[in-house]
């Protein structure tokens, strides 16, 4: 499973930003992490990683919000465009596999949530 390896950079990024907030926040509520569909994530072993190596760190007990992005293609002999939902990547207009991927590579944390100090 690949989400670990993904989730535990995930865990030291947030961590690490989290430690420089000031003033320090109480605890960490929700992470919100964009994935393009191309990483081909399991969402569920994501939750699943995410809680585990959340233990014993600033994120433990937080919620991991997972926005997939799909993916899209353009090609390059028809200029056709589009999202690609098979696994084997072919223009829908003319079956070439000549694609760009415009979309779908996206991995990134848009946001953390944290509980203020009152
Ligand atoms: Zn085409």
Same mark, same amino acid.
């Given at each position: 499973m690949h989400e670990f &390896?993904?989730? /535990?950079n995930i865990i $030291?990024?947030?961590? #690490? $930003?989290?430690? %420089?907030?000031? @003033?320090?926040?109480?605890r960490i509520i929700k992470v919100n992490l964009v994935? !393009?569909?191309?990483? !081909?994530?399991? %969402?569920?072993?994501?939750h699943f990683?995410?809680?585990v190596l959340a233990k014993d760190t600033?994120? /433990? !007990? &937080? /919620?991991? $919000?997972i926005d997939e992005i @799909?993916?899209?293609? %353009?090609?390059?002999?028809?200029n056709w465009q589009g999202a690609i939902t098979n696994s084997v990547f072919l223009c829908a207009n003319c079956? &070439?596999?000549?694609? #760009?991927? $415009?979309? !779908?590579?996206?991995?990134y944390i848009k946001d953390l949530e944290v509980e203020e100090d009152e």
């Open positions: &390896s993904l989730c /535990q $030291e990024i947030v961590t #690490d $930003e989290f430690k %420089k907030l000031n @003033p320090q926040p109480r994935i !393009g569909k191309l990483h !081909g994530v399991v %969402k569920e072993n994501m990683a995410y809680e600033a994120a /433990q !007990g &937080s /919620q991991l $919000e @799909p993916i899209k293609a %353009k090609c390059r002999m028809c079956a &070439s596999g000549n694609l #760009d991927i $415009e979309e !779908g590579k996206e991995f």
